[in-house]
């Protein structure tokens, strides 16, 4: 007799990483051991974070920053692919997305230390290459190396990489219909049960309170929104941003209050809801439609 979806048991497994939680939630016949898939699932995403951590001294991208100009440094297949990803996006948006702003986001009070008034005007006076420019990777040989000093940070990308990695998991244990996250960064593998998309709200960017702006029924696809709503610092009564103009090596002034974006990979929305962020809404529209991203802005509340 063959099985339906009222036979199927919902499985939501979870874990920490990255500083929030992974999850994944699934239906499987009943029977089905979830053990091993959350344990796979936990391993996937702790290899990413242990590679791409901006927070752990002896990651893969830290000791990529901590190298000499020229010094071409060994890394892990998994941060070769995101440092490709990330370059290619930071030369595709004319460096509104760029790797290479780890000094900016630390001195600002953004990464494992407090926000450094000496750090900022450093951050800010320094005259800066985009990492697109200055960071060349030998695919063949497995390594990076810089042609200045730089550092990398890949939060901006990271995070949709671990979801990917939740998906490819999901799947090798033959799992086709999956909605999997870290954070607000989502991705879709197949339907639910009943062959419904799966359904998501993307939140309205208000700091007080969580509320639904819309929802979003996703198939085999994935979204990412970047907004300036829950992360931030406040320097002379004025909130800032988190994500950084890498043009002036500050938080973005006067940036859209969120920035939703649809991509075929968690990776890539993740990118572009922050590349759409720096480029604001009409330099941000113009390219996502010669993209072909989908992509929803939402203006910041009239104050």
Known sequence: ???????????????????????????????????????AMAKAVTEVDAQMSTWKPDSDLNRLSAASPGEPVLLPPALMEVLDAGLKIGRVSGGAFDIGMADAVTAWGFGPNRADEDRIRAARAKSRSPAHEVLELDQAQGSA???????????????????????????????????????????AIGTQPDGSAWTVAVEAPDSERRATHSILELTDIAVATSGDYRHWVEVGGRRLSHTMDPRRGMPLLNAPASVTVLAETCMMADAWATAMMVLGRERGQQLARSLGLSVLFIDPAPR
């Open 145 to 187: 190396r810089k042609s200045q000093a730089m550092a990398f940070d890949l939060n901006g990308i990271a995070k949709g990489y671990g979801v990917d990695r939740l998906a490819a998991t999901a799947q090798a244990y033959g799992i086709d219909g999956a909605l999997l996250s870290i954070d607000g960064e989502l991705r």
């Open 1 to 39: 007799m063959r099985k339906t979806f009222t036979d199927l048991v919902r499985h939501a497994l979870n874990g920490p990483t990255m500083g929030t939680r992974w999850s994944a939630l699934f239906h499987a016949p009943a029977g089905f051991d979830p053990e091993p898939v959350r344990i």
